[in-house]
């Protein structure tokens, strides 16, 4: 009859032993399962242990060895080497790490993968596939790039060339002829909506417009619209009323993260209010147009310089080189030496050369008889000269200090109909009005954008409160 004590260590030993089977065959063909050097010890003596519970085990007719190996295996189960992923430890994990880089001017993406790890068919193959979904030509100095390697080799590499776009480069197939990686770009979704910002000017538009929360894209698109007719340096002043409304999105927290377009402008400096709304015309064309339908951009610029302090008025003053009175035709604007000047509006080039007191000049000829003019450059842009035709805002010469003059700075006159006439006046003039054709959408545009601004939320300038309260005042 089988002794039942035997029985049971016989089968315990069976099953330790099956498990350093296990165990062993993961040896062989696991490379990662390695034993751990502060295991090796546990790891020996619950081998020895299975030895000798294997050795007592084995049929034998003598009895009075049964009762010892019993109170060993009792002991045993403190470690179970049946598992034969001991070794999965942070030390026999695969290494992964994350390197950003940067472009920097003149860099290319595969060099720059070159120095940062990559082989040059790595960087080749990286390369190639990141231009199947991002021109490469379109990357620019200061854009980083986030690698990700295991160990050596890279697995991925991700690029946000702006907030809604992100690219991925993962890494495909690994074959004798190398690693192979494929790209994909994937474009987040936010959430659009409206608000406007409404104030007056108390210290500048820019510090009072982003201090209501208007991003920089829209304080720079209301600038533009009311360049031709306003000159922010001269004609701001504390007060002065003005309202923005605009596209924003939003992320998942709320944050600002994109501006959208500029849809409405009021400015109101000197008194005298201007509105705008933005319009898309049967070509595609966006510009901004008043009320009646005349287009925010005017015929000529009021100020050829941006940046400029004006040092002398059109009028009669007393002349700094000459030393007695006399009519000064036009406005001077001090700006340091080669700050670019814009032409007023588009035209003829009627003459650029030197010119007698003017020094080097250009005189451009413009439609409805009038003409400006330009004097003490210090030289002309490339392709200025008689004969040529310029656009607006064109650079066409360079501030300088040729000819009379006491120091840097532009001499700028306005002609009508061969009258020299002071150019704070072009603020009068009128822009180009819509085709007939086009009112009608512009005004239902119109009418659709002042009922979303009376939707939105407007925000103005919290109210402060200043002064103290006496205590008598309080009720009891």
Do not use: C
Not at 168 to 178: C, K, Y
Not at 423 to 446: I, M, W, Y
């Amino acid at each position: 009859m089988t002794d039942p004590k035997q029985s049971k260590t016989a089968a315990q030993s069976a099953v330790l032993a099956e498990g350093l089977k296990i165990r062993a065959s993961a040896f062989a063909r696991l490379r990662h399962t390695v034993i751990p050097r502060e295991n090796r010890f546990r790891f020996l003596v619950a081998a020895a242990t299975v030895g000798v519970i294997g050795l007592v085990a084995l049929p034998d007719r003598t009895e009075a060895t049964v009762d010892t190996p019993a109170e060993m295996v009792a002991a045993v189960p403190t470690l179970d080497i049946s598992r034969f992923d001991m070794g999965l430890e942070d030390a026999f994990t695969p290494k992964v790490t994350v390197k950003t880089v940067t472009l920097k001017s003149g860099d290319n993406l595969g060099p720059l993968l070159q120095r940062n790890g990559l082989s040059g068919q790595q960087a080749y193959r990286v390369t190639k596939a990141f231009g199947e979904v991002y021109k490469p030509r379109n990357l620019r100095a200061g854009q980083s790039f986030d690698l990700y390697f295991t160990e050596n080799s890279l697995d991925h590499m991700t690029f946000k060339p702006n907030v809604e776009t992100t690219v991925f480069v993962d890494r495909d197939s690994v074959t004798e002829d190398g690693e192979f990686y494929t790209a994909r770009k994937v474009a987040a979704e936010f959430k659009y909506e409206t608000i406007g910002v409404k104030a007056t000017i108390e210290n500048s538009l820019y510090v009072d417009a982003t201090k209501l929360g208007a991003p920089d894209k829209v304080v720079v698109q209301f600038a533009n619209i009311y360049e031709y007719s306003v000159d922010f340096q001269r004609d701001i002043q504390p007060g002065d009323a003005f309202e923005m409304f605009f596209e924003v999105a939003r992320d998942q927290k709320g944050n600002i993260v994109k501006a959208g377009d500029l849809l409405y402008t009021s400015f109101s400096p000197r008194g005298k209010t201007s509105e705008y709304w933005l319009f898309e015309d049967k070509k595609g064309r966006e510009n901004f147009y008043d009320a009646a339908g005349k287009t925010a951009k005017r015929k000529l610029r009021a100020t050829p310089v941006n940046g400029a302090r004006l040092s002398s008025s059109y009028g009669r003053r007393r002349h700094p080189v000459l030393g007695y009175r006399k009519m000064h035709t036009g406005v001077d604007f001090a700006a340091p030496r080669g700050t670019p000047i814009l032409a007023a509006g588009s035209g003829t080039i009627e003459r650029a050369n030197r010119y007698g007191s003017f020094g080097n000049y250009i005189r451009i000829r413009h439609t409805d008889g009038y003409k400006t003019a330009y004097a003490h450059l210090k030289g002309f842009a490339r392709g200025v000269k008689s004969g040529a035709y310029v656009k607006q805002d064109q650079v066409i010469g360079y501030v300088g200090t040729t000819g009379r003059s006491t120091g840097p700075h532009l001499h700028y006159e306005v002609i009508h109909n061969g009258k020299k006439i002071n150019p704070r006046r072009l603020s009068q003039l009128s822009g180009k009005p819509l085709a007939k054709s086009q009112r009608p959408a512009f005004d239902a545009q119109r009418k659709d954008t002042d009922t979303l601004r009376a939707r939105s939320e407007v925000i103005t300038p919290k109210l402060e409160i200043s002064g103290t309260l006496s205590v008598e005042a309080l009720s009891e």
